[in-house]
């Protein structure tokens, strides 16, 4: 999510635009449209933890998805409706809290150009918590998938995993950064690579096509892996694009003749890899690409999203090397076409949806 900040003193207006998920979509219902354009939604007020900001852009992801089909219902403690999207590029527009403000970085300002990842509401009880892991928090909220997140005009977030945007970086680029960006930089950073070992980011979509050139940008040798022709292409145009690319339609982990081929088309196992899709034969070819489990020593290892000092680092990294989002925007009022679009396997990048106009 990304979007600006206001002064203490400044009223906001009492009601706003945005969608709304009043019902789950599930079973017999699943082509109804899953949201409802409404102009007469609440503008939030903010706790002592919060900072409204003005929603610029709104992305949507596969987390979207599973919040339409209610697989977060018994979470949600304020149930529906929620107002949709966790992954949001902003303008502070009313800042109550006198704390640190800005994952820490500083009291924010009204007009501060801000993006906030969606976790909220941490309770600083539970072991993460007290572990300095918040974002691992048991009890807290998140925007847009058990409290009310970025597809309207203005949103409450928690302040704390609000994070400054450095001016080269856009609202339109910033958005999916706070979801697809943070958990593939997260992800990489957390495979503790030296440069020059070799990296593969299985699946080149949202997530991937990120991931390729953050790795590229520390120093490592790219492999990108997926089975469809779109993104592969949108990768191989990219500004740092990958080393190696493997088109993994071909291959089938039941006949090791094809994995051996795949294997020795990239010049040999990776050092580590980062799945950033779901599917099972993707699962089980990142295990294929991977040196050996017990004789190399290799680990798993689980990554959610990103803390806001992963963020922050990966917005130099972008602002400093001019990395590519690729994205297509679509106007609020047009979601239903963003999700027809969304639901198409060849489709490449990240979809986002432009809320107001402030840039």
Known sequence: MTGTATQKQQQLPTLMKGLSLDQFVTGQDKERAPYKLKHDLRVPSCSADEVV???????????DGMVVRGEFEHMMRGGLPLIPSHAIGERAAKNFADGPGAGGAGPLKIGDRVGSLAFKDFCGECEDCKAGKPRYCENQDMCGVTANGGLAEYMAADYRSV???????????????????????????????????????????????????????????????????????????????????????????????????????????ADAVVLATDTIPACELSLELTKKLVFRDVTIKGSLLGDPADVSEMLKVIADKGIEVKTKSYPLEKIHDLLTDYSKPGHAGKLVVRVSDHQ
């Open 163 to 269: 994070v400054r945007l450095p001016d080269e970086v856009s609202f339109e680029a910033a958005a999916p950064l706070f979801c697809a960006g943070a958990t593939i930089f997260a992800a990489i950073r957390a495979c503790d690579l030296k440069a020059g070992q070799r990296i593969a980011i299985v699946g080149a979509g949202a997530l991937g096509h990120l991931g390729v050139q953050f790795a590229k940008c520390l120093g490592l040798h790219t492999i990108v892996v997926d089975a469809r022709d779109a993104p592969l292409e949108l990768c191989k145009d990219l500004k740092y694009p990958p080393d190696e690319i493997l088109n993994a339609k071909d291959v089938d982990v039941k006949r090791p003749e094809t994995v051996k081929k795949a294997i020795e088309s990239i010049g040999g196992h």
């Open 53 to 63: 900001i003005k929603i610029a852009v709104a992305a949507v992801c596969h987390t």
